[in-house]
């Protein structure tokens, strides 16, 4: 069965930089059958969807997001990675990894496993 | 920018009965690229439904999806207690290639 699972510091300062990793398994990162993205949620409100990454590594932001947003993979650990630069109060929020589908019907356009989210709260 | 704009924002049923959950998009969703979540306190959303209407593996009859163009349905035909959650849309295509509606909380009356 398919896991992912998020990990990385919970408490960042305004300006600095959140990094976040998702470790997959039950699955390989390099198929071609999947991506791999990442999504938030602030606290009590919805969901809004950062960027995904390809098994061949090319990648696709939010434009709202796109300068300070990179996402990474690490294929000898089955992971991949989130680095969002220059965060404010606005960044704070639960974020999640998720895997699309990128075969069969409607491919590519919903995510079918989430990870468990870890909440990330920027304050000094 | 394509908005997604849900109602009612929150629905007040009691089990049993049926509930309508709608998603409107600002622009025409292309191929019915729709998704609808499940979302329980704490938890991960959970697929429930794509192509609009297409039910995810794992989820029973009793929800369905409807829908085209830019006014999409899910319809929940006798509602559960494990149904009492809140619901989101998601559309896919339009920039910024993923946008998700704002939520529908359906509670226990």
């Known amino acids: 069965q398919l896991q992912l699972q998020e990990s990385g510091a919970g408490l960042v300062k305004p300006s600095q930089t959140l990094s976040l990793t998702c470790t997959v398994s039950?699955?390989?990162?390099?198929?071609?059958?999947?991506?791999w993205s990442w999504i938030r949620q602030p606290p009590g409100k919805g969901l809004e969807w950062i960027g995904y990454?390809?098994?061949?590594?090319?990648?696709y932001y939010n434009p709202s997001l796109k300068s300070r947003v990179t996402i990474s993979l690490d294929r000898s650990k089955n992971q991949f990675s989130l680095t969002l630069t220059s965060v404010t109060a606005a960044d704070t929020a639960v974020y999640y990894c998720?895997?699309?589908?990128?075969?069969?019907?409607?491919?590519?356009?919903?995510?079918?496993?989430w990870g468990q989210g870890t909440l990330v709260t920027v304050s000094s | 920018e394509i908005v997604l704009t849900q109602s009612p924002g929150t629905l007040s049923l009691s089990p049993g009965e049926r509930a309508t959950l709608s998603c409107r998009a600002s622009?025409?969703?292309?191929?019915?690229?729709l998704a609808w979540y499940q979302q329980k306190p704490g938890q991960a959303p959970r697929l429930l439904i794509y192509g609009a209407s297409n039910r995810a593996t794992g989820v029973p009859d009793r929800i369905s999806g409807s829908g085209s163009g830019t006014d999409f349905t899910l319809t929940i035909s006798r509602l559960q207690p494990e149904d009492f959650a809140v619901y989101y849309c998601q559309q896919y295509g339009r920039s910024p290639l993923f946008t998700f509606g704002q939520g529908t909380k359906v509670d226990i009356k």
């Open positions: 039950g699955g390989s990162i390099s198929s071609v059958d999947y991506s």
């Open positions: 998720a895997r699309r589908k990128m075969s069969g019907d409607d491919a590519g356009s919903y995510f079918d496993f």
């Open positions: 622009q025409t969703i292309t191929s019915n690229y």
């Open positions: 990454i390809y098994h061949s590594g090319g990648t």
